[in-house]
Each structure stands twice: as structure tokens, then as C-alpha cells.
């Protein structure tokens, strides 16, 4: 596919994406929706770790309302379904872990589509809005599914009745995402952390992403069960034989991602 409004980017073994539509704070359209989803599905295909970030002074400002001629008429439910439900079940299925690196304004969908990756590395600068109740919606993209897990019930029930703007920092110390960098500092930090992980143990890093959010719906006997499985798995990989061997003669491994 020729992409118009993103560009990836993949690089030894490690996949950036850029939504790109600047002009607009890189606004969803419908165009762009399919793009991403096709892009995420490549970059698991051919890297070993991804990132989401946007170009400009945004991350994603959400639906496109200009998309079409009467947003006001627009089949919400059809476009949800059709079009989020596979652009956000392609980042949280991924077979390598995701950073969503959040350069600016992450509003609406926007958002939430940051908050579907494994990791959300944030500039100071940056923030989230759960804009909706705004223009008379409900949080959408996933957004009543990651913010109560992530932050708790009662700071998720305010952002999305007040759809007030939260500040990266106190996104990073509620628990919503992972880390706050200095706008000075956010490049080096988020490329750091996702070569990190394109040059780590991909499998460990699967079966990480599937036993934490399998504990969330778990017993305890499920989990042990599970854990016992996975570890199984990862135990008969190239890379634990690898990493057991670097650790033995104090150096550090070289993992195929296998």
C-alpha cells in the first residue's frame, strides 16, 4: 500500500509510524484509519518492536469532523465497527510490543489509540483529553476500557463526564501511561526505549503482553496455569538459551527474536 497520510518507517528491526496529516493536528479520516491498520499489520510482519507518533504539533486530535459533508449525520456506529474496532484490535494484537510515543495533543480518539499500545511515553508538553462529552458522546476508540483499568474508576468517570485536558504528568503519575519525558529529551527517550525492545527477547515480550492482561480476568490457579505454560514456551526459545548463556560469561546477549 502507498500511504498518504502516515509514513513507516522500518529500520533494523525497528518500525515508526507517523501519522502525518499535520495540517489538521493529524486528524482521523477515513483514509487514514485503513492506513494505520495496514501499516501495524506490516510492521508485526517486519519488525521486532513498532512506534505511533505524530508529526507536528500533535499526536492525533481525533475524528476528522470535517471528513464529511454532514458530520453531524455520520453512521457512528458503522464507523466504529467497521473502521476503529480493526485499526485498534491491529495495535492491541501485535505480535511485537507498541510504543506510542505522544509528541503533542492526544485528544478524543486520538487518545485512546495512544492508549491501546503496550507502552505510552509522553513530552511534558503533551496531554490527553477525553473530548466527547463535549459535543454530546460517550469516550469511544477503547477509551471506557483502557481508563478504568489503567487509572481507576473515579478518574476515569471525571475525565470523561468534565473532558478536561490532563497534562502528560499527571497522566504519568495516575498510572495512565507509562512515563513523562522534558520536551528536550522526549526523541532520544522514546527511540532509546524502542530499540531497547526491537534488540530484546520478542517472545519473552508476547507472552509478557498475554499473561498481564490475561490477569485481569483470571484466578489465581488460571494464572499459575498460564504463567507455567508461557514460560514453557519462552524456555524452549533460542533467546533464553542465549540469555542464560551471556549471563554466564558476562556479556550481553544478541537475541534473534526467537
Not at 184 to 197: H, I, P, V
Request: one cysteine or more; glycine letters at 8%; a negative charge.
Amino acid at each position: 500500500m502507498n500511504y498518504e497520510t502516515i509514513t513507516l518507517d522500518v529500520t533494523d528491526d525497528l518500525a515508526v509510524l507517523t501519522l502525518n496529516r499535520a495540517d489538521v493536528m493529524n486528524a482521523l479520516n477515513t483514509q487514514m484509519r485503513a492506513e494505520i491498520t495496514h501499516a501495524v499489520k506490516e510492521a508485526g510482519q517486519t519488525a521486532r518492536a513498532l512506534v505511533i507518533t505524530g508529526a507536528g504539533r500533535a499526536f492525533c486530535s481525533g475524528q476528522d469532523l470535517g471528513d464529511r459533508a454532514n458530520a453531524a449525520h455520520v453512521d457512528l456506529e458503522r464507523t466504529l465497527r467497521d473502521e476503529y474496532e480493526p485499526l485498534l484490535q491491529a495495535i492491541y494484537n501485535c505480535p511485537i510490543p507498541t510504543i506510542s510515543a505522544v509528541n503533542g495533543a492526544a485528544a478524543g480518539a486520538g487518545a485512546n489509540i495512544a492508549l491501546a499500545a503496550d507502552v505510552v511515553i509522553a513530552a511534558e508538553s503533551a496531554f490527553f483529553m477525553q473530548a466527547f462529552s463535549r459535543i454530546g458522546l460517550i469516550p469511544d476508540a477503547g477509551g471506557t476500557y483502557w481508563m478504568p483499568r489503567q487509572m481507576g474508576f473515579a478518574k476515569a468517570m471525571g475525565a470523561a463526564l468534565f473532558a478536561e485536558k490532563m497534562s502528560a504528568r499527571d497522566a504519568a503519575d495516575l498510572g495512565l501511561i507509562w512515563e513523562c519525558v522534558a520536551d528536550d529529551d522526549f526523541a532520544d527517550t522514546w527511540r532509546k526505549r524502542a530499540e531497547q525492545l526491537a534488540k530484546g527477547p520478542t517472545l519473552s515480550y508476547r507472552n509478557i503482553k498475554k499473561a498481564l492482561r490475561a490477569s485481569m480476568s483470571n484466578t489465581l490457579d488460571e494464572q499459575l496455569a498460564l504463567e507455567a505454560k508461557l514460560q514453557g514456551e519462552c524456555g524452549n526459545s533460542r533467546d533464553f538459551k542465549e540469555g542464560v548463556l551471556a549471563f554466564l560469561e558476562k556479556r550481553s546477549p544478541k537475541y534473534e527474536g526467537r
